[in-house]
């Protein structure tokens, strides 16, 4: 199975710092890559999808790009409502393998 | 607008089983997968797999393989999960997410949970 990775495992970054996540692929997934956010308590939220399409209602700060088997997503201007564990997931072929997440809180 | 509204909390003894539904609204119930997912407390997102309502087709993470059964009752418009052979390690909240269409697996709608707890 293709393996995802995810660095750093856990940040802590300035309001308005720029914040980028990566994700690796063990093999290439071409761009069939999510990345999802979840705050405490609550059910993931679609961020990205396609590698950098941006879900409709997810504001402009977040994108993500990247293909094969490196990935990034990225906070242009952290806010604290961004304070959660973000995922990628791939789903190039099943299993639809998640990352370990990153979680991203406030300095 | 899609909702998928998922039962209630279970409490299981080791070696039982549990079935988690997960009920759809606000579309075309079979023309879109389903995929189920967990997280234990504390943890991160597992992928258990993913049923397609209009075929019933389904496709298991190895790991759950013989364990875990994925169904679904069009008539209802409602999905179903069933884990047996409950231990511990199960104790998780289970979601179903809805893909964004057959061509697009990634996942923009969830249920809202269902805490799953395993103990003797």
């Known amino acids: 199975d293709i393996q995802m990775t995810q660095s750093p495992s856990s940040l802590s970054a300035s309001v308005g710092d720029r914040v980028t996540i990566t994700c690796r692929a063990s093999q290439g997934i071409f761009s069939s890559l999510a990345w999802y956010q979840q705050k405490p308590g609550q059910v993931p939220k679609l961020l990205i999808y396609?590698?950098?399409t941006l879900q409709a209602g997810v504001p402009s700060r977040f994108s993500g790009a990247g293909s094969g088997t490196d990935f990034t997503l990225t906070i242009s201007s952290l806010q604290p409502e961004d304070v959660a564990t973000y995922y990628c997931?791939?789903?190039?072929?099943?299993?639809?393998?998640f990352g370990p997440g990153t979680t991203v809180d406030i300095k | 607008q899609v909702q998928l509204v998922q039962s209630g909390v279970e409490v299981k003894k080791p070696g039982a089983s549990v079935k988690v539904s997960c009920k759809a609204s606000g579309y075309s119930f079979s023309n879109y997968a389903l995929s189920w997912v967990r997280q234990a407390p504390g943890q991160g997102l597992e992928w258990m797999g993913w049923i397609s309502p209009y075929n019933g087709n389904t496709n298991y993470a190895q790991k759950f393989q013989g364990r875990v059964t994925m169904t679904t009752e069009t008539s209802t418009s409602t999905a179903y999960m069933e884990v047996r052979s409950l231990t511990s390690d199960d104790t998780a909240v289970y979601y179903c997410a809805r893909w964004r269409h057959m061509g697009e697996i990634s996942l923009p709608y969830w249920g809202q949970g269902t805490l799953v707890i395993v103990s003797s």
């Open positions: 396609a590698a950098s």
């Open positions: 997931q791939r789903y190039n072929i099943a299993p639809f393998t």
